[in-house]
């Protein structure tokens, strides 16, 4: 509507500038261009994703922190278990 009132400010007839406006429109809709609202809601969406894989890296990190204490127990044991029968 502001198009509109900025061309017929100008001199523009009114049926004219709504058909200007209308074309402008028409043509942005069709093209298919990211907005900065598009932007932004791929930004908070990225942040959200990025949230998610660090909480799953840290469930991870956890995991394979328990999995290699019982590695190197599980060894330790067998190595004194070795050490004592060959002695």
Do not use: C, N, Y
Not at 21 to 46: F, I, N, P
């Amino acid at each position: 509507m502001k198009f509109v009132k900025t061309l017929e400010a100008a001199g523009i007839p009114a049926s004219q500038a709504e058909a200007f406006s209308a074309a402008v429109r028409d043509s942005h809709e069709s093209v298919d261009v990211a907005t900065k609202r598009d932007l932004k809601e791929l930004e908070v969406s990225l942040r959200h994703d990025i949230g998610d894989l660090r909480k799953e890296m840290k469930e991870q990190e956890l995991r394979l922190t328990i999995k290699l204490g019982t590695i190197v127990v599980v060894a330790l044991g067998a190595f004194t278990a070795l050490s004592k029968w060959i002695v």
